[in-house]
């Protein structure tokens, strides 16, 4: 889906058809620019997170302790505790 252009009531640009609206400013060519950088954006987000199975999710599967060792609060059984972080 490219990056449309539109207008209700004030102009903008949206990724595909019901994406977020971007507004700008009719006559300012910085303003219409940087809406455009917006709606491109965040299609490259979108095509990311379709590619990449899990990419972006906030569900339980990232949720607590990595694989492969312990999370980095979890400093129970730290060989030195003398040198542990205190939060």
């Given amino acids: 889906m490219p990056v449309e252009r539109g ?3 004030k102009p903008f640009y949206r990724w595909g058809k ?3 609206r971007y507004h700008y400013t009719s006559g ?3 303003s ?3 809406a455009h950088a917006k709606a491109a954006r965040q299609g490259r987000a979108i095509k990311t997170r379709q590619s990449r199975p ?3 999710r906030k569900d339980a ?3 607590g302790w990595k694989r492969g060792g312990r999370g980095r609060n979890r400093t129970t059984n ?3 505790p003398s040198k ?3 939060r």
């Fill in 61 to 63: 599967s990232q949720r």
């Fill in 54 to 56: 899990g990419y972006g």
């Fill in 32 to 34: 219409r620019q940087q």
């Fill in 7 to 9: 207008n209700d009531g």
């Fill in 28 to 30: 300012n060519v910085r």
């Fill in 78 to 80: 730290c060989r030195h």
């Fill in 18 to 20: 019901q994406g977020k």
């Fill in 84 to 86: 542990r972080k205190k």
